[in-house]
């Protein structure tokens, strides 16, 4: 447990939506700090900067990338490093993260995060490039878990233990999506809580919960949806494991008024709180 | 590494064109059958580019309707899958599909009103730049106007659109019921650039957009004179550039004006 951990703690966030620009600079509502999509804001100029640079006064921001792809097995694309970096050294985000997974190779971009093989050759290929990106950077990153449909035959070890292994033997942080466990899970018949357990949990930095779609067999991972109860649960787990970490919901698509999600959002307080009176007594 | 390139190669070649080769390293559950899996990938891959596209052609997609923009997407999309690391330069190229391919190509306004949608893209994220007001060109000495370069604001894009795709827009945009598409006796010239973060666009006389193509390309206000010549004798030609010059200041179309090589005066 690392409930004493030094790890940067920034409450509770939302995604940076175009909707709620407005009403974010209008109403300084009640968000800890918000997670933007780098790749939005990868362009010369006009609305996205401007309302970015100005809410970033107002408060701490994250930077969340879907195009690094960093298990393909093309080169690392160093424009799009540099492009990530100089918008580190503009915003000053409090981090940077991808995902675990890659998107395309042959130069093509498929802008899905499609799942790795876990095997050893693809840890230490992985592993290699974070260390580059890293280097770079010259700060740590955080990658994600993907929600996942297939299985590889290839893989030779579960999901958490590809991760744990990476993170470890990269020394990069952890952004855990409580969601996309869940929906894996599902898709893949294992127990969430196995997963939980074999999280370091030192290198949790970032949790994010989202709301999915339920296909009866399977669950697609849309976004568009609220929080379902076993992710709350889990998302519970996740906290009696790990300690307080920095939590933010993702809705991309279906958006609600600001409000909303903020109601949301306190929900995700609430637990937080309870838990985290209950484990200090 | 083979193996990953193996696997990552087939599983691309099935989103992009159906290659089923993938099949063998996928695990078929009893519950959920490899074929089952894999189609919620490609179904994915295919709608988010789709809705890439629409949100950059979003008029267009209204324009021909859902289940038109859908096959036109997914046509799109097996001839230019996306090499772009952001998901936004998606649909670079349907200009070009709708021109070149059927049975789009015997509808020439679509492609029109692509371009038309396509530049308001470009205007609406391009870089950022101060604009001069009428005070900074006043304070130029007469003897130097002749070799001013005028910088136009990066947002700035000019078209020649033979169909009136912009009244199409226009009322599409306000949830109109859009006029026939009607090809004009000559292509009239539009002119798009953003102030204060808003998308404007406006239609300009031949002239005018003449002198705006010699500013984008770099010119002096002398060598915009010239260009002027074939409507006007040289007195009358200076005095409409300069009142052209004027009317883009008070736009705020223009970012800067520097004097031959090295000073530059920008507010
Ligand atoms: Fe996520």
Redesign the interface.
Known sequence: MSYLSNKLQLGFGLGLRTDHYETILNEKPSIDWFEILT??Y?????????YLERIRELYPIVMHGV?MSI???DPL?W??LK?IKALDQRIEPKWISDHLC?T?????????L?P??Y?E??IQ?VVNRIQQVQDFLGKRILIENVSS??????SIMSEWDFLKEISEQSDCLILLDINNIYVSSV?H?FNPLDYLDAMPADRVQQIHLAGHSDMG??I?DTHDNKIIDQVWKLYSAALHRFGMVSTMIERDDNIPPLNELIVELNQARQIAKQILAETTV | ?N???T???S??DF??QDDKEIY????D?G??S?E???E??RN??RY??ID?LAANYPILKIYIGDDQFEDLGIAYLDKY????????W?GDQLVNFLNDNLPYKSFPYLSELAKLEWAMTLT??????EIIDIETVKSIPPEDWAKMRLQPH??TYLLSLSWNVVQIWQELSEDQDPHEPIQNDHPVNWLLW?KD?INQFCSLDNEEACAIEAMLKGLTFNEICEQLLQWFDPQDAAIHAASFLKGWIMSGLISGISLGTGSSLES
């Not at chain 1, 449909?149 to 290839?154: E, L, M, S």
């Not at chain 2, 063998?24 to 695990?27: A, D, M, N, R």
Request: proline share 4%; no cysteine.
């Open positions: 790749e939005n990868l362009v010369s100029g006009g609305k996205p900067i401007h195009s298990g393909s097995t694309d424009n799009y492009e890659w395309g190779m042959n130069g093509k971009n498929t802008h899905d499609l790795l093989p095997t050759d693809v290929h449909y297939v299985t590889y035959n290839q898709n018949e067999d399977y697609i | 590494m193996e990953l390139l696997i990552q190669n599983f691309q989103l992009i063998q390293s996928i695990v559950t519950k959920v490899a089952t899996r894999l919620i990938y994915a891959y988010r580019l890439a899958p996306s090499n772009f690391r952001s998901i936004r998606f609406f994220d391009a870089a950022d730049s990066p947002s953003r973060l």
